[in-house]
Structures are given as structure tokens and as C-alpha cells.
T-cell receptor, first 110, second 113 residues
Framework: KQEVTQIPAALSVPEGENLVLNCSFT??????LQWFRQDPGKGLTSLLL?????REQTSGRLNASLDKSSGRSTLYIAASQPGDSATYLC?????????FGTGTSLTVIP | NAGVTQTPKFQVLKTGQSMTLQCAQD?????MYWYRQDPGMGLRLIYY???????DKGEVPNGYNVSRLNKREFSLRLESAAPSQTSVYFC????????????FGEGSWLTVV
């Protein structure tokens, strides 16, 4: 069974810092990996989708990398802002199922 | 753009009562999912439907039933609610092809007392 782990569980940084969130998975036979953002009391919003054949994806200040062979992904957030405060979840697609990590709760301090 | 719509958003049930969570998507997706989210546990799959007319158990199916009414709608039923089913429930949908993303509803907050 695929298991997805995210470290750290919580992270607090001052505004303007660059930061990295980590995601690891146990089964490398994935179709894709996604990073999501979840605000309190809300659903999940997709940030970046990386196909299994890709190494990275970028959107604005966000950059996600994928090393499928080692079962790892990172989400890099540049020049963090208070509006980036949220929980970030990664998910991998294996077959027709999606497996989620427990998330990293990010707080950006003004 | 409606996307994935869930109802109700909030519900309080007494132990032993039954209820149905409704979900509809307007993106013509083949696959639909029901997850529950609990603190420290992440999102856990309850049931999913790969295509219209099929349903399969996920990681935590006990105490739940589902119906894929048509391509648009996928409902989740609690036949006899228990306090352990207090959770946030998310419906999601995805195109069948493997490279695609998954889209979530806003969630349904259920409390069983």
C-alpha cells in the first residue's frame, strides 16, 4: 500500500524567507504527484501537478520537484508572504487512487 | 463554474440516525471519490467510483454505503451514525485518464453526538 509522508508537520517562518516542504512516498510506480493548498474550513486547491516523466513544475513563486526513483518531492516557495499561510498537502496517483500525506501547516509571520 | 458541489455543508446527527451526503460534478468526469479528513490522519478514502455503474471500497468503508446515481452524482450514506464518524467529508472527481488532477468540493462538516 502506498504511504505518503510529509515533514515537517508544522513550519513557521518570517515573511520574505524562502522555504522547502518535503514529501516522500513508498511506491515509485506513480502516474503523477500533486501539491495542494488547504485553507482552514475549505477544500483542497491544486497548486502544481507533476507527471511521472517530469522532474519539476513551476508556477509563480512555487517550484515543485520530483525524484520518482527515490520517492521524494519538494515544494519550494520563494519570498514567502503572510497569504501563503495554509496547510500544504502532497498526493500521488497510483492506479485510479490518490494517496495523500497528512500535510505541513505553514505560518508566515509578518 | 460550479465544479464539485457537496451538500449539506454542516450537519449534526444523533447516534443511530441516518443521513446521505450528496455530491455532484459538472465537469463530465468519470471518477468520483469520497474522503474523510481527521486531525493528524490526513485524507482517507472511503469509497470511489471509477466510472458510472461501478463502486469500490477504499481504506475506511465500514459504516458507509455509496450510490453512483449517474455520471454526475455520487452520494455517501451513513445508515446508523456513530460518534467515530464525526469528521469532515470531501467529495472529489477526476477524469479517468492517468495524468489528470483531482478536484475537490468544499467539504461537509458532520458531528455525531
Amino acid at each position: 500500500k502506498q504511504e505518503v509522508t510529509q515533514i515537517p508537520a508544522a513550519l513557521s517562518v518570517p515573511e520574505g524567507e524562502n522555504l522547502v516542504l518535503n514529501c516522500s512516498f513508498t511506491d515509485s510506480a506513480i502516474y503523477n504527484l500533486q501539491w495542494f493548498r488547504q485553507d482552514p474550513g475549505k477544500g483542497l486547491t491544486s497548486l502544481l501537478l507533476i507527471q511521472s516523466s517530469q522532474r519539476e513544475q513551476t508556477s509563480g513563486r512555487l517550484n515543485a520537484s520530483l525524484d520518482k526513483s527515490s520517492g521524494r518531492s519538494t515544494l519550494y516557495i520563494a519570498a514567502s508572504q503572510p497569504g501563503d499561510s495554509a496547510t500544504y498537502l502532497c498526493a500521488v496517483r497510483t492506479g485510479n487512487q490518490f494517496y495523500f500525506g497528512t500535510g505541513t501547516s505553514l505560518t508566515v509571520i509578518p | 463554474n460550479a465544479g464539485v458541489t457537496q451538500t449539506p455543508k454542516f450537519q449534526v446527527l444523533k447516534t443511530g440516525q441516518s443521513m446521505t451526503l450528496q455530491c455532484a460534478q459538472d465537469m463530465n468526469h468519470n471518477s468520483m471519490y469520497w474522503y474523510r479528513q481527521d486531525p493528524g490522519m490526513g485524507l482517507r478514502l472511503i469509497y470511489y467510483s471509477a466510472s458510472e455503474g461501478t463502486t469500490d471500497k477504499g481504506e475506511v468503508p465500514n459504516g458507509y454505503n455509496v450510490s453512483r446515481l449517474n455520471k454526475r452524482e455520487f452520494s455517501l450514506r451513513l445508515e446508523s451514525a456513530a460518534p467515530s464518524q464525526t469528521s469532515v467529508y470531501f467529495c472529489a472527481s477526476s477524469p479517468f485518464t492517468s495524468g489528470n488532477t483531482i478536484y475537490f468540493g468544499e467539504g461537509s462538516w458532520l458531528t455525531v453526538v
